[in-house]
């Protein structure tokens, strides 16, 4: 029985080439990387078009390895997906992979947008008759959103086709990189996605088509090491938060204690939330001053606030402060 994931569960995705690192199953045995994580390996802009073939059968072998491993011996496994190239190569996957599924949790849908949509979501409706079990989450990266005269009807018209097989999507992902390059920008590790201000208008779009059905996760946060980057990361992680997104792929080890440690909620938070939770509805009053008496805790107005607190202490605890 594979337990159930929520959206909050993925937290820090690291990302992995799927032909590049031979040893990684040995690493998740030992447990060499920072808990909680989550693994996705990649299929599509980090392998070559030549070298797919030989990437995916690197990726069986590895998944391969990792059930052999987890069969003999307890030790921490994060959820793993792996980063399709296309709605047919991820049906053909899904069934090929299918001996892994115990390990494998789902797939990762790039350049997600009106072009493709509707066959990744036939493509999942198939694959659901016969793996319930995997989850998806789609990459919103596509440089035709970019176009202001259709960027509204366009994310309307995915939300809706989306909705149809809601109960599969795990969580939503946006690609600030991608949309980077499609304006010949990258940020410095000085400034944070949202100072990138073409890139910044694009994502809120997209929190705001999305983030009230599903869980969105923050872009990929690209220095890992010099001076200034965990600085930086810390600083795009808060804006992210502030902004809806909750998560973050991240492209080395180094980056995964900084996200969980962003995803802690503070103790003031935390106290308000089981407040508001556990308001009594039926005595009149649906407003009062919070636990330490600094702020208005409200239940109509602040009850969703609360729960998205609630499963964040729950997925990465709660700050001593």
């Not at 990744?120 to 989850?135: C, D, H, N, T, V």
């Not at 949309?179 to 694009?202: C, K, W």
Request: glycine share 4%; with cysteine; net charge negative.
């Amino acid at each position: 029985m594979v337990p159930p994931i929520s959206g909050y569960d993925v937290g820090a995705l690291l990302y992995c080439p799927a032909n590049a690192h031979q040893s990684i199953a040995d690493a998740l045995r030992d447990e060499r990387y920072p808990k909680p994580f989550s693994l996705a390996f990649c299929l599509e802009d980090t392998v070559a078009e030549g070298a797919v073939e030989e990437a995916e059968e690197a990726l069986f072998h590895t998944l391969e390895q990792i059930s052999r491993y987890k069969a003999r011996q307890e030790f921490y496994l994060p959820l793993i997906f792996i980063r399709v190239r296309s709605p047919q190569q991820l049906k053909k996957l899904a069934e090929r992979y299918s001996p892994f599924a115990s390990v494998l949790r789902g797939f990762i849908l790039p350049k997600f947008f009106v072009d493709n949509c509707a066959d990744y979501i036939q493509a999942i409706r198939e694959i659901s008759l016969r793996w319930p079990e995997y989850r998806y989450m789609p990459i919103f990266e596509a440089a035709a959103m970019i176009d202001l005269s259709t960027r509204y009807q366009n994310l309307a018209r995915v939300k809706e086709q989306l909705e149809t097989v809601s109960d599969r999507i795990l969580n939503i992902r946006v690609g600030g990189n991608d949309l980077s390059h499609a304006f010949g920008l990258r940020r410095s590790v000085r400034d944070t996605i949202y100072d990138v201000r073409p890139v910044a208008h694009l994502l809120i779009d997209i929190v705001t088509t999305f983030a009230t059905e599903y869980v969105v996760s923050g872009p990929v946060w690209e220095y890992f090491a010099g001076e200034g980057w965990e600085a930086g990361l810390r600083r795009e992680l808060a804006q992210d938060l502030l902004s809806g997104f909750v998560g973050k792929t991240v492209i080395h080890p180094n980056q995964i204690p900084v996200v969980n440690d962003m995803l802690k909620v503070s103790c003031r938070d935390y106290e308000d939330a089981c407040h508001i939770l556990g308001w009594d509805r039926d005595a009149g009053l649906l407003v009062s001053a919070s636990p330490d008496a600094t702020r208005m805790d409200e239940f109509k107005t602040h009850s969703n606030w609360a729960n998205r607190i609630l499963h964040l202490a729950r997925a990465y605890g709660v700050r001593e402060e």
